[in-house]
Protein backbone atom coordinates (compact mmCIF):
# COMPACT_ATOMS: atom_id res chain seq x y z
CA UNK A 1 0.00 0.00 0.00
CA UNK A 2 1.22 3.42 -0.87
CA UNK A 3 1.05 6.00 1.94
CA UNK A 4 -0.94 9.25 0.76
CA UNK A 5 0.84 12.61 0.01
CA UNK A 6 -1.01 15.42 2.15
CA UNK A 7 -2.22 18.08 -0.15
CA UNK A 8 -0.21 21.56 0.21
CA UNK A 9 -1.32 23.41 3.29
CA UNK A 10 -3.08 20.57 4.97
CA UNK A 11 -3.24 20.56 9.47
CA UNK A 12 0.41 18.84 10.56
CA UNK A 13 -1.39 15.98 11.84
CA UNK A 14 -1.58 14.51 8.30
CA UNK A 15 1.91 15.19 8.11
CA UNK A 16 2.81 13.96 11.31
CA UNK A 17 1.06 10.94 10.34
CA UNK A 18 3.04 10.45 7.73
CA UNK A 19 6.03 11.14 9.62
CA UNK A 20 5.14 8.26 12.28
CA UNK A 21 4.96 5.73 9.23
CA UNK A 22 8.42 6.62 7.67
CA UNK A 23 10.95 4.01 7.67
CA UNK A 24 14.17 6.12 8.18
CA UNK A 25 15.69 9.60 8.82
CA UNK A 26 18.36 9.89 5.78
CA UNK A 27 19.66 13.41 6.57
CA UNK A 28 20.16 16.33 8.95
CA UNK A 29 21.03 19.62 9.25
CA UNK A 30 21.39 22.76 11.68
CA UNK A 31 17.67 23.28 11.68
CA UNK A 32 15.52 19.92 9.55
CA UNK A 33 15.54 16.48 9.69
CA UNK A 34 14.86 14.32 6.20
CA UNK A 35 12.80 11.39 6.47
CA UNK A 36 12.30 8.11 3.44
CA UNK A 37 8.64 8.57 2.42
CA UNK A 38 7.30 4.94 2.43
CA UNK A 39 6.18 3.72 -1.04
CA UNK A 40 7.81 7.19 -2.69
CA UNK A 41 11.33 6.63 -3.69
CA UNK A 42 11.32 9.78 -5.12
CA UNK A 43 10.11 12.05 -2.61
CA UNK A 44 11.50 12.64 0.76
CA UNK A 45 10.17 14.69 4.25
CA UNK A 46 11.59 17.27 5.98
CA UNK A 47 10.96 18.10 9.06
CA UNK A 48 11.78 21.14 11.29
CA UNK A 49 13.45 20.34 14.39
CA UNK A 50 13.56 23.50 16.15
CA UNK A 51 10.98 26.27 17.33
CA UNK A 52 10.75 27.86 13.71
CA UNK A 53 10.17 26.60 10.39
CA UNK A 54 12.10 29.29 8.53
CA UNK A 55 13.71 27.14 6.57
CA UNK A 56 11.06 25.41 4.97
CA UNK A 57 8.94 28.74 4.48
CA UNK A 58 11.89 29.83 2.35
CA UNK A 59 12.05 27.14 0.63
CA UNK A 60 8.49 27.41 -0.31
CA UNK A 61 9.02 31.31 -1.15
CA UNK A 62 11.80 30.25 -3.68
CA UNK A 63 10.58 27.51 -5.39
CA UNK A 64 7.56 29.82 -6.19
CA UNK A 65 9.62 32.02 -7.55
CA UNK A 66 11.71 30.12 -9.72
CA UNK A 67 10.45 27.06 -9.82
CA UNK A 68 9.80 27.47 -13.57
CA UNK A 69 13.73 27.51 -13.99
CA UNK A 70 14.30 23.50 -13.30
CA UNK A 71 17.47 24.72 -10.46
CA UNK A 72 15.85 23.65 -7.50
CA UNK A 73 14.43 20.11 -6.32
CA UNK A 74 10.76 20.23 -6.89
CA UNK A 75 8.38 20.95 -4.12
CA UNK A 76 5.11 18.55 -4.09
CA UNK A 77 3.65 19.51 -0.97
CA UNK A 78 4.05 21.51 2.84
CA UNK A 79 1.82 21.53 6.44
CA UNK A 80 0.10 24.83 7.17
CA UNK A 81 2.47 25.79 9.75
CA UNK A 82 5.36 25.16 7.37
CA UNK A 83 6.92 22.66 9.92
CA UNK A 84 6.54 19.61 7.26
CA UNK A 85 7.63 19.91 3.57
CA UNK A 86 7.74 17.38 0.82
CA UNK A 87 10.42 17.50 -2.00
CA UNK A 88 11.86 16.09 -4.63
CA UNK A 89 14.46 13.14 -3.51
CA UNK A 90 17.73 13.78 -5.38
CA UNK A 91 20.36 11.11 -6.19
CA UNK A 92 23.99 12.10 -4.75
CA UNK A 93 26.58 14.22 -7.35
CA UNK A 94 29.35 11.78 -8.40
CA UNK A 95 32.75 13.83 -7.52
CA UNK A 96 33.27 16.68 -10.29
CA UNK A 97 29.43 17.26 -11.33
CA UNK A 98 29.40 20.64 -9.98
CA UNK A 99 32.59 21.61 -11.59
CA UNK A 100 31.32 22.67 -14.80
CA UNK A 101 27.19 23.44 -13.28
CA UNK A 102 26.42 26.98 -13.01
CA UNK A 103 24.99 27.29 -9.69
CA UNK A 104 22.34 30.54 -9.70
CA UNK A 105 23.39 33.25 -8.44
CA UNK A 106 20.56 33.82 -5.61
CA UNK A 107 21.94 31.15 -4.17
CA UNK A 108 24.43 30.96 -1.87
CA UNK A 109 24.67 27.58 0.20
CA UNK A 110 27.05 26.35 -2.70
CA UNK A 111 28.40 23.02 -0.75
CA UNK A 112 28.50 20.18 -2.61
CA UNK A 113 25.99 18.40 -0.50
CA UNK A 114 23.33 20.64 -1.42
CA UNK A 115 22.90 19.54 -4.70
CA UNK A 116 21.62 16.52 -6.55
CA UNK A 117 20.82 14.88 -9.54
CA UNK A 118 17.58 13.91 -10.64
CA UNK A 119 15.88 10.62 -12.06
CA UNK A 120 16.88 12.46 -15.55
CA UNK A 121 20.77 12.91 -14.32
CA UNK A 122 20.04 17.08 -14.19
CA UNK A 123 21.29 18.73 -11.19
CA UNK A 124 19.45 20.43 -8.94
CA UNK A 125 19.30 22.27 -5.45
CA UNK A 126 17.72 20.52 -2.45
CA UNK A 127 18.60 23.12 0.36
CA UNK A 128 17.71 26.51 -1.15
CA UNK A 129 16.42 28.30 2.04
CA UNK A 130 19.84 30.74 2.08
CA UNK A 131 19.43 33.39 -0.56
CA UNK A 132 21.73 36.47 -1.72
CA UNK A 133 19.70 39.14 -1.58
CA UNK A 134 21.80 42.22 -0.59
CA UNK A 135 22.17 42.86 -4.21
CA UNK A 136 18.76 42.33 -5.58
CA UNK A 137 18.26 41.43 -9.57
CA UNK A 138 15.63 40.91 -11.92
CA UNK A 139 15.82 37.74 -11.12
CA UNK A 140 13.73 37.87 -8.29
CA UNK A 141 10.46 39.34 -6.92
Not at 17 to 29: A, E, Y
Not at 50 to 72: A, P
Not at 91 to 111: C, E, F, N, Q, V
Amino acid sequence: MTIEIPRHTSPDSLFESLWLDSPGRIGRGTGRDVYEIAGHPDKVLKVSSGRSNFSNWMEILVYSQFKDTGELAELFSWSWSGKFLIMERLAPLDPGDLSSHRIPSYLTDRKPENYGKDASGKIKALDYAALAIANPSGDFL
